[in-house]
């Protein structure tokens, strides 16, 4: 039997430029053992993708701060403090840098995203003024005003214990420092070549290849090796 997968998406599931790889619509329809979608994106997202691979919506959305399995949704975590930080960056003269099409918020309830373009600094000045319930997470594709309650780790717990799969059954991939907490929740972790400092770390293994090659290569060992 293969094992159960925790999957980032963006920089794991995707190409260089962002596009999910084709290969993912192959791999993991197929995949006989649960597949959780684990990412920092809107809930939406995930749903999506796991509704057009023909799998089940077990989904980990805004870095854990909702989560959906066995169609049930928690919302987890309190968004008025992320809510209150980004209203402070605002008031301060910053720009969340979407510009005036704000889709990547648009469906968000528990935290706010910011572009990368948006001024850190300040940001960070603004998120540590308020205490310590509120962090700035980098993903590489977003910055992430989320409160520390929730992490894509704790979320795999709570899936987990509705499949009733131990959570160190799974197998989790990942590129950032938002799946850091999912890498100490899962037995076996791997981080793409394109990894963060963060998320290499974290990893047990670190991969060759980048982006979906990394995580096709991971899927095809894990394959084999339960042939
Ligand atoms: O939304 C982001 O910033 C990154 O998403 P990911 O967790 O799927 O990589
Ligand atoms: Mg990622």
Redesign the pocket.
Known sequence: MVPPLAL?????LTTASGRIDARVFELLPEWDAPVVLA???AFPYPVALAHFLGRAETVIAENGGVVHVDDETAVLGDSAAPRAVVEAFRERGGDLGWGGRDTVNRWRETEV?LSLDADEALLREVAAAAGGDVEVVD?G??F?VKSTGVSKGRGLERVAEALGVEPDKFVAIG??E?DVSTFAVAGESYAVANADAAAREAADVVVEEPYMDGTAGVLADLRKRTA
């Open positions: 980032d998406i963006d920089g794991t990412t920092g994106k995203a993903t594709y977003a992430h590129d950032s938002n």
